[in-house]
């Protein structure tokens, strides 16, 4: 079947834990498409998240198609059953059209001896000098680093097959969009690895719209990237050169692009994106998510009064928890914890105290990073406080989608399409 659901060129992947900002998010994809950036929505949440909060993956559903008939929105807009895998996958079929399959634990597991000989066989392409437009020097492959490649990666393509073809069955091929994950492993893919793993998912036959390799430096959530940004700037622009060429080589979907799981807030990587993105004419898919709920708790406490006690009261509770809130994410925070306030500092704060330590602006040196990956990591209290939050956040949702729809729009829809104007 050649028809399928496709997925625009840009698209901005948006989590929202407690379904409360669906509107607010939308509200600065309109914005950005009234300046011509136009990003289609795409709401994201993983069965993870869905077992923490206590929700079902249908809710997000209802929750994107009330914003969208709330905000009038004409364009495409998708629900993403984000990282999901075969033993997940079943309650999101029904509401979700964006499936994130997630094969990274299959990585390094070796595929059978003879599955391994067969593909190399199959693509003696890879072998040797591969041109590729707009990469400098050709990579030159061994047969035994393609094996070496196929060993490390096909069991994981093979399973990509396997939860694909689940999906097409439940749904009707074509009637969704296709990602692969990979960022969620120790090591990053190198563009010679991603054309290898490409050429196996063309072998499986999905129709691969996105893929989310593992890149280098440190994705730490919801704060600035950590790495060498010009090492990130040529794995980037030979990624994209890698995709473009793929296409053409092994009949993958025109509308392959990369999807880069941000972990939120990577603003020192958007310009070298945003420039690659100009230079191959390429689309890409942004995904965040913990960056709304921590304009959920920006808002609150700008509102001040019981908004400001509530996210005092989560601080608290995160601090005394800091050890066991953080071991599920030793390898995406990076906390000193010397420079965590003590509860009781905190409590005195004031709303402006607040929200300059947890707002993500680089200018402002009240901010505090350290402050604000604990706050990241610690939705569960919020959840936790049930009714007592969701109320809040009702009560005070004007300053909360204020907060939400600026920081979607202002600090990543408008560098990584349009550009930030130099400072002065
Ligand atoms: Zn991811």
Redesign the pocket.
Known sequence: MNEYLTLGKFSFGMGDRFGHQGRAQLAACVKATQLGAEFIPVWNKSNREHTFIGTEPASLRTEADAAVQALGWKKPYHVDAD?IRLETVDRFIAPSDFFTI?VADSISKPAAAADVKAFVDRHPELIGKVSIPHIDRPFDISCAEVERVANKFLLAVQDAGKIYRHIAKAKGAGNFITEV?M??TDSPQTPPELLVILAALADEKIPLQTI?PKFTGRFNKGVDYVGDVKQFEQEFNDDLAVIAFAIGKYGLPPTLKLSV?SGSDKFSIYEPMRKALKKFDAGVHI?TAGTTWLEELIGLAEAGGDGLEIAKEIYAYAIEHVDEFCAPYASVIDIDKTKLPAASVVNGWSSRQFTDALRHDLKNPAFNPSFRQLLHVSFKVAAKLGSRYLDALKKHEAVIAKNVTENLFERHMKPLLIGTPRNP
């Open positions: 990282h997630d994950s960022d969620e989310a799981h995904k």
